[in-house]
């Protein structure tokens, strides 16, 4: 059972709002800016099939390009739109003669080129993958010309000696961003017959551009902003609507990388978008179903002294953090969505106590499936501690962890306690309440030991040395969390 099955996002609220952004009669530039694995793709496929009302989409995928050459980018999206025109809009493009002619062109473009460049091999293998069937092409090429061998002995030599001057030409002008050849006038007179027969306005979704490196990124952004308002007073090719679909602030990274700290980046990408940015943000909606994805994570059968998978407490504390890291952006759907089934070492450590029955171990592990190494982990939980003061992140969690009676932080910090009292420190024949006073966050942590379970169940902390039953004390426990992240990265317990 797939979680990309069992779990549906809500995404109506943002659909209500995407679709008022995409309604502005002059906004013609949009740029659709989420983090990678937040469901950008998901959200627009969904998109363009219910709300089509108004308008038809055609997409392309560059990063299916992205090993060719600069210059060859270009001429791949006209093949690529072409081959969806003809697949999905065929009845409504009724192609003529002269259609073909150039259709076949292209076709024969295609071919030569396929002598040098295996990748298009691979693009046309891709071609369900990304909307672009090529039988549907064939089939229609077949339903209005007949036998293709038969056409294909009807072109004169004076065809021919056009097609090769046509291939001379694409070659001597590939990748100029101000092109305009018979087969862009093609593909904007198919787009026109279209709107025409469904009247409604054509749409382009160019989608994970900053997958591909910096120069193919800014040079698909500039020749589409260049046709605007120099040729026909729309998008590169008549699309009354271009949709680029990236993480802004990837693209800004990228930019100064490039281009260096000092260069304006609100002055380049300005020009990209016509009214604002739309950001994509479905923490909201990712984070009302982590219980329910909770649930759905496998354990592998030696998780169970605690029972982890059904364990309240355990599950609570880390929805917590799960929700924090959702809230820092450091955490997005796609990499919930693919968790593997967790796994820990089976050793021992201090006290015969083993890893898998120590929840705060298992809580590293099971987020350590998130990133797919403690190293990556570690970087997001420093960052997570450095922003429990920040006026940046606003999440849900960081207010209710200031209480001291608070569920998930009473969770969280009992299964610190592990490692934060000595075990020489803690009398186990008692369930009265016993201190420890930590040099370390200057601060006395009250807590209970269970012999049942071998936890130490934290109560509350205090200033200083002093117990001040009256007097909450706000800790940062996503730094305390780091801390003991640590101590057990440095005791080899993490590997």
């Known amino acids: 059972m797939e ?71 270009f001429e791949l999206i006209k093949f690529d739109l072409l081959f969806q025109l003809i697949g999905r809009y065929y009845e409504e493009i009724k192609l003529e003669k002269e259609d073909f002619t150039l259709l076949l062109k292209s076709q024969m473009f295609i071919m030569e080129r396929m002598k040098v460049m295996p990748l298009l091999y691979a693009i046309l293998g891709f071609s369900e993958k990304i909307g672009t069937p090529i039988v549907d092409f064939i089939k229609a090429l077949e339903k209005t010309f007949g ?13 021919e000696d056009e097609i090769y001057t046509f291939l001379k030409s694409i070659e001597n002008r590939k990748g100029n961003q101000h092109e305009m050849d018979a087969i862009s006038e093609l593909i904007f007179d198919l787009i026109e017959r279209v709107r025409n027969e469904n009247e409604k306005s054509a749409v382009l979704i160019i989608d994970d551009l900053d997958r591909l490196d910096p120069d193919h990124v800014f040079r698909i952004f500039n020749i589409f902003s260049a046709h605007h308002e120099e040729i026909n007073d729309r998008n590169k090719f008549g699309f009354e609507k271009v949709i680029f679909v990236c993480d802004i602030e990837n ?102 106590q083993r890893l898998s029955d120590t929840p705060i171990i298992v809580l590293f592990y099971l987020l350590r499936n998130f990133y797919g ?10 960052n997570l501690s450095e922003l429990f003061d920040s ?27 592990t490692f934060l009292v000595p075990e020489n420190s803690v009398n186990k024949d008692t369930e009265d309440i016993q201190t420890f006073y930590s040099e370390t966050y200057n601060c006395t942590f009250h807590y209970n030991y269970s012999r049942f379970s071998r936890v130490k169940n934290f109560i509350q902390a205090t200033k200083g040395q002093v117990l001040i039953s009256d007097e909450k004390l706000e800790l940062n426990p996503y730094k305390i969390f780091f801390d003991i992240f640590n101590i057990c990265k440095n005791k080899g317990l993490l590997i």
């Open 147 to 159: 036998d293709f061998e038969k056409f294909n002995e009807e072109i004169s030599r004076n065809e």
């Open 373 to 382: 190494s403690f190293e990556i982990l570690s970087l997001k939980l420093k």
């Open 391 to 417: 006026d940046s992140f606003r999440s849900d969690h960081r207010y209710k962890y200031a209480v001291r009676d608070d569920y998930d932080i009473a969770a969280l910090f009992s299964y610190c306690l």
């Open 251 to 352: 693209i800004r990274k990228i930019f100064h990388h490039k281009y260096g700290f000092d260069v304006d980046f609100s002055g380049y990408i300005d020009k990209f978008y016509s009214i604002s940015p739309f950001d994509f943000d479905n923490r909201t909606y990712v984070k009302e179903k982590i219980e329910n994805l909770l649930y759905t994570f496998q354990f592998s059968s030696t998780l169970n002294y605690y029972e982890f998978s059904k364990n309240e407490n355990f599950l609570n504390c880390t929805k917590a953090i799960v929700q924090s890291l959702i809230d820092s952006k450091q955490l997005n759907l796609r990499m919930i969505l693919n968790y593997p089934i967790l796994f820990i070492p089976n050793f021992h450590f201090a006290n015969r």
């Open 3 to 73: 979680l990309k099955e069992t779990i549906k996002i809500e995404t109506s609220e943002i659909s209500k709002d995407f679709r008022n952004h995409l309604s502005f009669e002059h906004n013609k530039r949009i740029l659709f800016s989420g983090p990678f694995g937040t469901g950008k793709s998901t959200f627009l496929n969904e998109f363009s099939t219910e709300q089509n009302d108004d308008f038809f989409y055609l997409k392309i995928f560059p990063v299916n390009y992205s090993v060719s050459s600069n210059e060859d980018v």
